[in-house]
């Protein structure tokens, strides 16, 4: 009887649901966490990981991605479809949908406000503006014509909104044009960064120095309450269009079907309320998760992995929730970032630094006597890959038969320095082949983290005879010492901005010395093939041009390549159809919780 | 000299006594089962203690035998514990061929070549990483047991030495503070208060961050904050003893009062001092580790302990537990021991404490 009563009562809810027309259940409340603050909710002004996150949900610009195609792949969401580009690939056009509202907000004096094309003008044109004071400008500045001279001007006065720019502009209500001075390749994935989303000029005015905390998007979200680094709680936006999930996952991805069975079908956002917290510390945040107080674990902490996580110790890629967290029911979604990390030799470094056989033999030798597996293991914990290829899984252009690593061997190290006459001193210590001593100025951060590395390398240098001062500077003083190349070796790290090749090709660009070219590597062999892959999209012609990128850099060793991390999201059993995204920082609005 | 004062006809039975009571004290404590099982385990860790001092045993501690974390190797992985065997890994991998930069590509590809037939010289044996050890390994692949052997070697030593001077500093205080009264007494009362007016955990925590880390500065520390307990209580024996006849004897002869203060009246108080130096070990071992478990303790280059345990709790969130049952069972069984004996002879030599 009972059975059968509950039975009747979901049917009647279920009839409810259809007929009170896709608002989400309100009592739905996902509990989620970040583990470090965010800066604040405008789109301009923010570039950390937490703030965007949470803006995902809140704006919606031009362009997105499919949630579930791997690797993301771009599609339109404000626009109506993906931008014409020109022949000469300097103008896009692109039509917006009609009947996008912004949420309510008292600016807009009750009434409803659609979404044009001049609020992306405007967007685009705040992020130049130097009263923004945006940490993004340099998406804007330097490529569309008319608007680096609006943003000179604007350092004396005012900027100028409404004065005509012929690279930004709203050809009527619903088409937006943008003309480029140069090719920019990149500027589809620019056009669907958080950033870049379209926002209403009367809310940015009246809300002025305080924008951080009145975020007005179109998104199925709206922020209820900011605690700024403690707490920010978002409701679902009832002016939000109707949205039906129908995803199409790659055929055998496993985590996509998935998805596609737990979401498809259902109305956009499915979630009532969203509760983020806070969490500095790792041991509390995980400590609530485990109780069940927190739906959604942002990322396993490091120093739990082990804990957590069964890990095959030979393959980092296979792994598995351990048996009592698995029979809980807990859910894990693990993918490798789209990121790597690298061990830059300045190329202007007057020992380590050049393109003669003796310079390479010794960055060669120095590649040589670095077991990077091991640090892998002891260090990383077993949750990162070796990477071998500048750019890395999940990105388009990436070559997974490609080999960029150097073989582990040290032997082999210190015969090879023989041969080009770097002999061992009296003191132990190797000469260069005119007898000069050889220090290698490493530069690291103070953290605890960096002095374990540090350990690592002075072994490695140790056992091939090498000279070296380790030199732990704060992370400003490291990113400066790395763009004036005043250094011998240092590690870096590069995360996506957007999912292409491109992103991470450039790295190496001379053009791009003293800023992202932190190897300060100037050769001519590389930038000529760069400039050949910048004329190109994707295509097989591109790849080979990667593929002998790769091979150049091989073999003038400007890097040692390092790994490629990967990301464990948690998740309750009642949590459905939450993945991680390779761009996206969270998937609340994609997701469902059962109460 | 000694011996002339032994010799003595006003001492004439003294010795006898004196043996007497010391041979009396030893056939008490053989009658405590407990005691001599205690004294044998005592015994056994001195003996490990003296051979790590001298790097007999323990010295390759710092040895990365084994893989991170190294499971003991009677411990049955579960099933629950390992992975199911791997699938063939899909696609994309396998199906294409490797592109890698050749050895004609390469511009020092032919003194690679050259080099890799001299590399024979610098070829070493390395022997490969264990995946398993007799009780586990730490987070470089450290042995337990050796670690723990080496920490517990450093425990006593520090324990030992600690109470060494610690029952000096006390001794000289209170012998000089008993037996000469007056204002020397009322000085160093004054600064016994001073002393005891801190919570001793405090005091030996401000001495510590003070001083640095170090097996030394650690042994200094504690002598510096521990010595309170031994000044009173040699301090009363003292003021008891002075006016005793055998002391007033010496004094007729012409004893100095360094001579009646370490000659006359310090043998006789050797059996509490003895009973005052095993609780003051004991009592240091464990505020040894507790110095060492808050980062005061020993430096990055050495092991106790306290400096094991301290390990601990990052480990304990992993399933890591061995490092730290390792040292429960090495310190529980030592400071177990120890105290146990103390009360052997406590009940052996100071028949009076127990009435």
């Given amino acids: 009887m009972r059975l059968r009563a509950l039975a009747l009562m979901a049917m009647l809810t279920a009839a409810c649901a259809t007929t009170a027309l896709a608002a989400p259940d309100p009592d739905k409340v996902l509990h989620s966490s970040f583990n470090a603050p965010e800066t604040g909710y405008d789109p301009a002004k923010t570039s950390d990981i937490y703030s965007h996150g949470v803006m995902e949900n809140i704006f919606e610009p031009l362009l997105t991605y499919d949630y579930v195609a791997r690797p993301a792949k771009l599609i339109p969401l404000v626009a109506k479809s993906m931008p014409e580009v020109s022949a000469d690939g300097l103008t896009y056009t692109i039509h917006l949908q009609k009947g996008i509202y912004f949420a309510d907000d008292p600016v807009f004096k009750g009434k409803k406000r659609e979404l044009t094309a001049a609020d992306q003008v405007y967007a685009l044109k705040r992020i130049a503006d130097p009263a923004t004071g945006s940490p993004s400008n340099y998406l804007v500045l330097g490529h569309f014509v008319g608007v680096d001279e ?221 077991d990077t597996d091991q640090t892998i293991r002891d260090i990383r914990r077993n949750n990162a890959v070796r990477m071998e290829y500048t750019i890395p899984e999940g990105v388009v252009g990436h070559n997974p038969n490609f080999r960029y690593q150097y073989e582990y061997n040290r032997p082999l190290a210190n015969a090879l320095l023989d041969q080009f006459g770097y002999k061992i001193g009296p003191d132990g210590y190797r000469t260069t082949p005119d007898g000069k001593p050889i220090s290698i100025d490493f530069l690291g951060d103070a953290s605890a983290v960096g002095r374990q590395w540090n350990e690592y390398w002075q072994e490695a240098l140790d056992s091939i005879h090498i000279r070296v001062t380790f030199r732990p500077v704060t992370f400003n003083d490291l990113l400066k010492a790395m763009r004036s190349c005043t250094y011998g070796m240092v590690g870096a790290a590069w995360i996506a901005d957007y999912p292409d090749g491109e992103n991470f090709v450039m790295l190496n660009y001379s053009k791009n010395i003293g800023a992202e070219n932190t190897a300060c590597y100037n050769s001519p062999r590389y930038d000529k093939l760069y400039l050949e892959s910048q004329k190109l999209q994707d295509s097989p012609e591109r790849n080979h041009l990667y593929d002998e990128m790769n091979k150049v850099m091989m073999e003038e060793t400007p890097w040692l390549p390092g790994e490629t991390r990967f990301r464990n999201r948690m998740m309750q059993p009642r949590v459905l159809g939450d993945e991680v995204h390779p761009i996206f920082q969270v998937s609340w609005r994609f997701m469902d919780i059962q109460k | 000299m000694t011996s002339t004062v032994q010799a003595a006809p006003a001492m004439n039975s003294t010795p006898e006594v004196h043996r007497g009571f010391w041979a009396l ?331």
């Fill in chain 2, 25 to 355: 004290g030893w056939r008490r404590l053989k009658r405590d089962k407990i005691a001599m099982v205690s004294l044998m385990v005592v015994g056994a860790f001195l003996a490990i203690a003296i051979a790590g001092w001298f790097n007999i045993i323990g010295d390759g501690w710092r040895k990365e035998v084994a893989v991170p974390y190294a499971p003991p190797s009677w411990l049955a992985q579960s099933a629950d514990e390992t992975l199911p065997p791997a699938e063939e890994e899909a696609g994309a991998r396998s199906d294409a061929p490797i592109v890698t930069m050749t050895e004609a590509e390469d511009p020092i590809g032919k003194e690679l070549a050259i080099a890799r037939q001299n590399m024979g010289k610098y070829a070493s044996v390395e022997t490969p990483l264990r995946e398993s050890l007799p009780f586990g390994g730490d987070l470089r692949g450290r042995d337990v047991i050796v670690k723990t052997i080496k920490g517990t070697s450093t425990s006593v030593f520090v324990g030992i030495f600690g109470a060494l001077f610690t029952l000096l500093l006390g001794t000289v205080l209170g012998a000089i503070s008993g037996y000469f009264g007056g204002k020397v007494d009322d000085f160093l009362n004054w600064f016994y208060s001073v002393f005891t007016s801190v919570p001793d955990m405090l005091l030996l925590l401000s001495f510590a961050a003070v001083a640095g880390r170090g097996i030394k500065t650690i042994i200094i520390v504690m002598a510096l904050t521990s010595w309170t307990g031994t000044y009173r209580l040699v301090r009363a024996e003292y003021l008891k003893l002075k006016n005793r006849e055998f002391v007033q004897a010496a004094s007729a002869i012409g004893a100095s009062d360094t001579r009646r203060i370490f000659v006359h009246i310090l043998p006789n108080i050797s059996h509490l001092l003895l009973v005052q130096f095993s609780l003051l070990t004991v009592a240091l071992i464990k505020y040894e580790a507790i110095l060492s478990f808050l980062g005061f303790g020993v430096g990055v280059t050495q092991v106790s302990l306290g400096s094991m345990l301290a390990e601990a709790p990052a480990e304990l969130v992993q399933g890591v537990w061995w490092q730290m049952v390792a040292v429960t069972i090495a310190m529980s069984l030592l400071v177990t021991a120890f105290s146990l004996l103390v009360d052997g002879l406590r009940d052996a030599f100071d028949p009076k404490a127990n009435k």
């Fill in chain 1, 150 to 370: 609006l943003a000179e001007k604007a350092k004396n006065s005012k900027f100028d909104y409404d004065a005509p720019c012929e690279g930004i502009k709203a050809l009527d209500r619903y088409t937006l044009q943008l003309k480029l001075k140069q090719l920019y390749p990149a500027l589809p994935y620019v056009l669907a960064m958080p950033h870049t989303s379209p926002v209403a000029r009367e809310v940015m005015e009246a809300y002025g120095q305080n924008s951080l905390a009145h975020p007005v998007g179109t998104g199925p979200y709206i922020l209820k309450e900011w605690k700024p680094g403690v707490k920010t709680t978002l409701v679902y936006n009832p002016n939000f269009r109707h949205v039906v999930f129908d995803f199409h996952p790659t055929p055998g991805d496993k985590a996509g079907e998935q998805v596609a069975r737990e979401m498809n079908g259902k109305t956009m956002p499915q979630i009532g309320k969203i509760e983020v917290s806070i969490f500095t510390e790792e041991q509390p945040m995980w400590l609530a998760f485990k109780s069940g107080q927190l739906d959604e674990l942002y990322s396993i902490p490091q120093p739990l992995l082990r804990g957590v996580l069964n890990m095959d110790p030979k393959n980092p890629r296979r792994a598995a929730l351990k048996a009592e967290y698995r029979k809980a029911g807990l859910k894990i979604s693990r993918v490798l970032d789209p990121e790597m990390t690298y061990w830059d030799f300045n190329m202007q470094d007057p020992v380590l630094g050049g393109f003669s056989k003796e310079k390479i033999a010794l960055r060669r030798a120095i590649a040589m006597s670095f």
